[in-house]
């Protein structure tokens, strides 16, 4: 569902400027894109990350992954409830797949925002994004 940023409940508002802060730390020397993101955990604790780009390009972390092992390294075991992505593109860039496939391993109920700086919000669930996404419940059956 499209929206804009003004519109959005004054939780998802915080989100998105943490998200937006946390984009002007970004390492991005070469692709030149900066993105910024915050997840807000279960408990309602929200965590920021910026992607940090790395010349053999397979080390690049980006920002949704570097929130997310933040709060797992300063937290221990979460469940994500919310992931807010904001970049300067047009249409707003949702989670890549690898960010997807981390996302799985801590959703719950999660859902993702994707945003640009002119205030356009995508908001969709984390199940409508991934469909049949690979859990940790996979691995006990």
């Avoid at 997310?68 to 949702?94: C, F, L, R, Y």
Wanted: include cysteine; proline fraction near 6%; hydrophobic fraction near 40%.
């Amino acid at each position: 569902m499209s929206s804009t940023i003004e519109l959005a409940e004054p939780h998802i508002q915080q989100l998105y400027q943490l998200a937006c802060a946390a984009r002007e730390k970004a390492y991005c020397p070469y692709s030149g894109y900066q993105v910024g993101a915050a997840i807000r955990i279960s408990d309602g604790t929200i965590y920021t990350g910026c992607n940090v780009e790395n010349s053999s390009y397979g080390a690049t972390n980006c920002a949704e992954r570097v929130a997310i092992q933040k709060a797992v390294s300063e937290h221990g075991k979460i469940q994500i409830a919310d992931v807010m992505v904001v970049t300067d593109a047009n249409p707003p860039w949702p989670p890549c797949g690898m960010c997807r496939q981390v996302i799985a391993e801590f959703s719950a109920q999660t859902v993702i925002h994707a945003a640009n700086l002119q205030g356009e919000i995508i908001t969709t669930s984390f199940a409508d994004l991934l469909p049949q996404a690979f859990t940790p419940e996979h691995l006990h059956r």
